[in-house]
């Protein structure tokens, strides 16, 4: 499919070709480890084992891939899959990387638990601040690392001119593109080399499916990533393929949805007498608010907030919470509430990347904004 078409049909179009068999207009999900070769080396359609390639992956992949304007779409059984191959594909013993003071925990753990003792060195850096990371940047610096919006933070990176910084570096740019989504923000033509998804959270979009997706901006590394895919094995399967790709296709009508509400969410709080901070890029007086409207086209469903009363009153908000869910993950139709420092980010306690204790996050679903702030005012109490 031609990558002149506009966001929406890529979404329900790309990689999405009839069945050549039936003509069913939605992929088949080929729940099928093996298939029948032409004579030895005489593979129907290039599938041989369903490690290597599979059918309903494949129309994932490509989907992935234009949607992100990317050459390579790859995907994974879980976001941290991804990121491991993508790190053992870039990193070697001795290179050391620039990771984000806001991440998600356990993109943290994996560098700091796991890389680290692969003989790989980490350094903490502001990347809302393009000098902060270019200081940081040292002659085996390899990887630059970006979330943005981050997690649980949600601070905002300026794509480009951190891309401008790693080209002079020499290093690869990775942006985690997961709050944001591909159709709210395309950090492939702001200039990153790599994108990483948890397809688990907007892409997926319904709760029902864990998984994770790279996004290479250049065939040649495309391979070099598909090639560790398939020697390291954790791929996406068949069904939890489709089920992505099912999401996908409703993915702008819900990224609006979640962005409209999310908005209303944040204004309520920013007039709440016992809510000290709201962190949204879309309020005017964030931080990064000029920056996320040059490069997003909204400003996503995630709002996180700070309550008067320490980490017991945020815990208390949480509790109290009745039609947000207490629960970790994201991205979902239905809204959900955690505490960060005791649920998703616990693995960062001690370290830089350390989240405050009187924080809550929110992932702001798509039901009635009415009915969400009502709950979040009586939650608030």
């Known amino acids: 499919m031609s990558d002149q078409h506009s966001f929406e049909t890529l979404a329900i179009h790309a990689g999405n070709t009839a069945d050549p068999l039936t003509g069913a207009v939605v992929p088949p999900i080929y729940q099928v480890s093996t298939y029948k070769q032409d004579g030895v080396g005489g593979l129907r359609g290039g599938y041989e084992y369903s490690r290597s390639a599979n059918p309903t992956r494949t129309a994932l992949e490509e989907n992935l891939a234009a949607i992100e304007g990317g050459r390579r779409g790859l995907a994974f059984a879980s976001g941290l899959a991804a990121e491991d191959c993508l790190l053992r594909t ?106 990483v998804h948890s397809l688990t959270k907007y892409m997926g979009g319904h709760s029902d499916v864990v998984g994770g997706a790279l996004i290479a901006a250049d065939a040649e590394l495309g391979e070099e990533l598909a090639y560790h895919q398939n020697a390291m094995g954790a791929v996406s399967g068949p069904f939890d393929s489709w089920l ?115 924080l809550v996050r929110l992932s702001v679903g798509i039901e009635s904004a009415d009915d969400l702030l009502a709950d979040l005012t009586q939650a608030l109490g």
Not at 138 to 167: F, H, M, Q, Y
Not at 293 to 299: T, V
Request: proline share 6%; with cysteine; net charge negative.
């Open 90 to 195: 870039l990193l070697h013993p001795g290179a050391h990387v620039v990771i984000p003071n806001d991440a998600y925990g356990g993109t943290f753990r994996l560098f700091a638990k796991v890389v680290k003792r692969w003989g790989v060195d980490y350094s903490v850096a502001d990347t809302s601040d393009p000098a902060a990371v270019r200081a940081a940047v040292n002659d085996r610096t390899k990887v630059i690392w970006v979330e943005t919006p981050s997690n649980p933070l949600l601070g905002i990176t300026d794509i480009a001119a951190v891309a401008d910084v790693a080209r002079t570096a020499g290093a690869r740019l990775v942006v985690d593109n997961t709050f944001a989504s591909p159709y709210l923000q395309q950090p492939i033509a702001l200039g990153a080399d790599v994108v």
């Open 244 to 358: 992505v790709l099912r999401g996908i296709k409703t993915l702008p009508v819900r990224m609006d949805r979640h962005s409209e509400n999310a908005a209303k969410v944040a204004e309520l709080l920013t007039r709440h007498p016992k809510v000290t901070q709201v962190l949204y890029p879309g309020l005017p007086e964030h931080p990064g608010h000029e920056i996320a409207a040059k490069q997003m086209k909204a400003f996503g469903g995630m709002v996180s907030f700070r309550v008067q009363g320490g980490e017991e009153a945020a815990v208390e908000v949480c509790n109290r919470a009745e039609l947000f869910t207490l629960g970790e993950s994201l991205g979902g139709v239905e809204s959900l509430v955690e505490h960060p420092g005791r649920m998703t980010h616990a693995s960062v306690a001690g370290s830089a990347l350390e989240v405050p204790a009187d």
